[in-house]
């Protein structure tokens, strides 16, 4: 056991002077990659956006007034029978399309206009004191306190029938609101409300959507948001209308990220007159300018590599032939969309150069690179 040590001093000496004999120093090899040309993005519209559809105008209707709803409007069907307005129906502006109890509101209504007929005869008789006490005031007959207070009462009865006259207007737009009316020509979306139900002021109880001209809203990172203006052509495509492409154009471009996707909402309007888009389908967005809005290049996910001195920042090893050798340079990049496998680069490399897209983790910014076939 004494002698271990010993024979591994030895052992060590003795590489330690084959070392030292030989003079040779280790030289690490050039790591095996695999490199790929960049290849472009794609023409214009390549670049697609998952979005939804969306009316142009939606409007959420409620009662002003509270109430027993006592009708639904009803639609006719094909085989002749009538069922309830629901989703799916249309609906002409002014249309009516629910009703609440009318009674309450027209006895209501009745009151007021007796009491203003009341104040109506009140202001009459106290038109004629205060004629007579003015008559009197000028022959001396009355003192001028006895015709101020006759003035104060004729003004008094006055403001009262004011008053009144407008809580009788008031009464009448609350039994006109009894009637739910649509505002627009349009689609009803939702109704929330039954025959029986008791409904509060500013109850939902239809949603009615302008459809004839529809929404896309989809969303894009801020290396494209920065790049869009209104007007720029989109072209629209849903599974729900499968081999047709819609026509539209960017008409809202949100200044905010959302706080959650970190992405810019976008709007595209585009015709819809003959109703081929829902509300709620699923669709694709094709930005066409390219020039503006199409990144230039696409690389693999496996291409991207972290800066070893700055975590949050991306790069590519792009591979140049140096006098003979091949040779590998980190380039910084910003990265643009994910197109199924591949991630777009709108800074940094252009299509035609190459980078190594297997084996970027162990490699050195320019380290002799062998590129395996």
């Not at 085989?79 to 027209?106: E, K, P």
Request: net charge positive; glycine share 8%.
């Amino acid at each position: 056991m004494r002698g271990e040590p010993l024979t591994f001093l030895l052992a060590g000496s003795f590489v330690l002077l084959i070392g030292c004999r030989s003079g040779e120093t280790y030289v690490r090899p050039p790591p095996p990659v695999r490199v790929q040309v960049v290849a472009a993005a794609g023409p214009a519209g390549a670049v697609r956006y998952s979005g939804r559809i969306t009316a142009a105008t939606e409007v959420n209707l409620a009662f002003r007034v509270g109430g027993y709803v006592t009708a639904v409007t009803t639609t006719l069907q094909p085989d002749g029978t009538r069922r309830l307005l629901q989703a799916g129906d249309t609906v002409r502006r002014s249309a009516v399309l629910a009703s609440i109890r009318r009674s309450d509101y027209a006895t209501r209504l009745d009151e007021l206009r007796g009491m203003r007929e009341g104040l109506s005869a009140s202001v009459a008789k106290a038109k004629l004191d205060l004629d007579r006490a003015d008559n009197l005031l000028k022959q001396r007959v009355i003192a001028q306190a006895e015709y101020d207070a006759i003035k104060a009462r004729y003004d008094s009865v006055v403001g009262e029938r004011t008053a009144a006259e407008a809580r009788v207007g008031q009464a009448g737009i609350a039994l006109a609101d009894t009637e739910l009316r649509s505002p627009l020509d349009g689609v009803v979306i939702q109704r929330s409300v039954e025959v029986g139900d008791l409904v509060s002021p500013g109850t939902s109880a239809f949603v009615v959507a302008d459809t004839s001209k529809v929404k896309v809203v989809f969303g894009v990172p801020d290396s494209v948001q920065k790049q869009l203006r209104t007007d720029i052509p989109v072209t629209i495509r849903a599974e729900a209308v499968a081999g047709r492409r819609f026509r539209g154009a960017i008409t809202k471009i949100a200044e905010k990220a959302d706080e959650r996707s970190r992405v810019f909402d976008i709007e595209a309007t585009l015709d819809n007159r003959d109703q081929a888009l829902k509300v709620g389908v699923i669709a694709t967005a094709e930005l066409d300018d390219a020039a503006a809005v199409a990144p230039a290049a696409a690389v693999p996910l496996s291409a991207i590599v972290q800066l070893p001195q700055k975590r949050d920042d991306l790069a590519v090893f792009v591979v140049t032939s140096q006098n003979g050798r091949t040779v590998a340079t980190l380039r910084p990049v910003v990265l643009g969309d994910l197109v199924r496998n591949d991630v777009t680069i709108t800074k940094g490399v252009v299509p035609g150069e190459t980078v190594i897209v297997v084996g970027a983790s162990h490699v050195r910014d320019g380290e002799q690179v062998a590129v395996i076939p």
